[in-house]
T-cell receptor, first 112, second 114 residues
Framework: RKEVEQDPGPFNVPEGATVAFNCTYSNSASQSFFWYRQDCRKEPKLLMSVYSSGNEDGRFTAQLNRASQYISLLIRDSKLSDSATYLCVVKLYGGSQGNLIFGKGTKLSVKP | EPEVTQTPSHQVTQMGQEVILRCVPISNHLYFYWYRQILGQKVEFLVSFYNNEISEKSEIFDDQFSVERPDGSNFTLKIRSTKLEDSAMYFC????????????FGSGTRLTVV
């Protein structure tokens, strides 16, 4: 049973393209949701939290559908520097701070 | 920007040896974590630590693993007798309070067991 499942990728897009990533999670007790990005052989870095009402940060828009247990990330006007692996992450309710459950990630490659 | 610091960046050890991975979390964070990522796999939770004790641990975190906060700044992960399958990137992370508070990860220690 995959707790957090993502598009397998890779996504190869030209600069300026709009690209969307999808993610589903299996545990309805999931409390908080995030997108992280990970560059090759580097640590995950928080890109943005995902709120129920949807939220935007510059070129990045995240959506959450709790009923469908579905999360998305939209990147507009993609840049070469957006090339990375995008990790969908959920935090489970309960425990001290819960813990983060990572998807395997979707690799994005933005070409000139 | 505050950061989580990990040392060493790369550790090579022989099977059966003990290793200690070190981390300095962000100073005003209260929650500390270890995660690992085997090459090509997803990031996996190992253990969380709060108020000087383990608050949660995964199935991976068996008796070979232990964590310690020996002083006010360091947070260590010890693997008592390393196995080949322990080869991975080990990430330390810390967080403040609040459910929507993301974790800050260190740059990781690449452990290679030979």
């Amino acid at each position: 049973r995959k707790e957090v499942e993502q598009d397998p990728g890779p996504f190869n897009v030209p600069e300026g393209a709009t690209v969307a990533f999808n993610c589903t999670y299996s545990n309805s007790a999931s409390q908080s949701f995030f997108w992280y990005r990970q560059d090759c052989r580097k640590e995950p870095k928080l890109l943005m939290s995902v709120y129920s009402s949807g939220n935007e940060d510059g070129r990045f828009t995240a959506q959450l559908n709790r009923a469908s247990q579905y999360i998305s990330l939209l990147i507009r006007d993609s840049k070469l520097s957006d090339s990375a692996t995008y990790l969908c992450v959920v935090k489970l309710y309960g425990g001290s701070q819960g813990n983060l459950i990572f998807g395997k990630g979707t690799k994005l490659s933005v070409k000139p | 920007e505050p950061e989580v610091t990990q040392t060493p960046s790369h550790q090579v050890t022989q099977m059966g040896q003990e290793v200690i991975l070190r981390c300095v979390p962000i100073s005003n964070h209260l929650y500390f974590y270890w995660y690992r990522q085997i090459l090509g796999q997803k990031v996996e939770f190992l253990v969380s630590f709060y108020n000087n004790e383990i608050s949660e641990k995964s199935e991976i975190f068996d008796d070979q693993f232990s964590v310690e906060r020996p002083d006010g700044s360091n947070f260590t992960l010890k693997i008592r007798s390393t196995k080949l399958e322990d080869s991975a990137m080990y990430f330390c992370a810390s967080s403040g309070t609040g459910s929507n508070y993301g974790y800050t990860f260190g740059s990781g220690t690449r452990l290679t067991v030979v």
